[in-house]
């Protein structure tokens, strides 16, 4: 495959394969079902692309859709450090930036995007919907993060946009860490689209990083348990609940035992947030070397580039806890992922609960290659 020399110029590397066919596909003008690993470079994979082939293969406007604001934010401050010849703005509701869709690159949330196309914005009056609704399908869409997309209406209109972008030959890309295998063929088929697989022996973190996966599912989370594990371990560690109220629980019993302690959860106002962020990447970022223990919940699944080296987890569907296992030795090194059982499914479906509460006991004490994190998406 020949060389893309805007890939080296823009982010001081060479592209990986999965990069390389990407650009080359959409070249062709072609849509595409990307799955690939955490840290693999996927944003940059239609980025890149996007920049070097605007107003050529691609629409000359990109419209990226994520489900949370913080994705956004971070994404937008990424894309925005790659190149300052293109206007690029963020839209979602805090920072309503491109309410008509009319930036060279919209970072935008999904309810944005499909609130958009149905002519009923949410940043917009309802007079002049059609306007972002043209935008939309004019567009160069990418939709990250699928899996986090709620089933029966936040995936189901994204495969309604798609299908109306294929019948116009708009070329669009489809993106997710821990799609299963049986839906992507069947998306990639249903949509015409090239389904593209990231080999984990290409990428360079991926092949210096070890996590080893553990189950405790003979017991639930506690202050003590958690005070332990932290205390026995060498490395940073982080604990991610399923609930917000479970999350607070922990941080109450730990908060005079050990110091120091972060609790990052939903309910924070944005200002507070961003503070909490801050102090997250302090401890928990590429450059830190401090022994500290955050208490989170699913909002840092997607989109936080931090990293420990033991992660503690309560029992989730298989793709959140593929998720949440992309924050442990996220740059490389040695790293360890204990999960531990809960007392109610709630906020997931008992059914998703209890076929990966089999699988986690099945490959508990593997290491948790993107093989098996496939296989075990795929079982679930």
Not at 111 to 138: E, K, W
Not at 242 to 253: E, F, H, P, Q, S
Not at 375 to 380: L, N
Request: hydrophobic share 40%; glycine share 4%.
């Amino acid at each position: 495959m020949p060389k893309i020399p805007l890939f080296k110029n823009l982010t001081n590397y060479e592209p990986y394969p999965h990069q390389r066919e990407t650009y080359e596909t959409l070249k062709k003008g072609k849509p595409i079902i990307l799955r690939a690993p955490t840290g693999s470079g996927k944003s940059e994979a239609v980025f890149i692309p996007f920049v070097g082939l605007r107003g050529i293969s691609l629409p000359k406007r990109m419209i990226y859709a994520l489900p949370m604001r913080a994705l956004v934010n971070s994404l937008y401050e990424r894309f925005k450090n790659y190149t300052s010849d293109l206007d690029i703005r963020a839209q979602h509701g805090m920072k309503p930036e491109s309410i008509l869709f009319n930036a060279d690159c919209v970072v935008a949330t999904l309810d944005q995007v499909i609130t958009s196309y149905a002519c009923a914005p949410l940043s917009l009056g309802v007079r002049h919907g059609n306007i972002p609704a043209g935008a939309i399908v004019s567009s160069f869409l990418v939709f990250d993060e699928v899996h986090t997309f709620e089933p029966l209406l936040g995936l189901q209109c994204v495969l309604i946009v798609a299908d109306r972008l294929k019948k116009l030959s708009v070329p669009f890309v489809i993106m997710s860490a821990t799609l299963p295998t049986r839906f992507a063929v069947s998306l990639s088929e249903r949509l015409n689209a090239l389904f593209i697989e990231v080999n984990e022996d290409s990428i360079s973190a991926r092949n210096k990083r070890s996590v080893t996966l553990y189950e405790k599912l003979d017991d639930t989370l506690s202050p003590e348990k958690v005070l332990q594990l932290h205390e026995e371990h060498d490395g940073s560690t982080i604990v991610v609940c399923n609930t917000v109220d479970r999350a607070i629980n922990l941080y109450t019993g730990l908060k005079d035992e050990v110091s120091p302690i972060i609790l990052i959860h939903s309910r924070f106002l944005d200002a507070d947030r961003d503070k909490k962020e801050n102090e997250i990447k302090k401890y928990f970022g590429k450059s830190s070397k401090k022994k500290a223990l955050l208490i989170t919940t699913q909002v840092i699944e997607v989109g936080m580039d931090i990293s420990c080296t033991l992660l503690i987890t309560e029992l989730a569907p298989v793709d959140a806890l593929i998720q949440r296992a992309g924050r442990c030795v996220r740059w490389g090194g040695r790293g360890e992922i204990i999960v531990f059982n809960i007392s109610h499914h709630a906020p997931y479906d008992k059914t998703v609960i209890d076929d990966t509460k089999e699988v986690i006991k099945k490959y508990s004490g593997k290491q948790l290659t993107w093989s098996l994190e496939k296989t075990m998406v795929d079982e679930v």
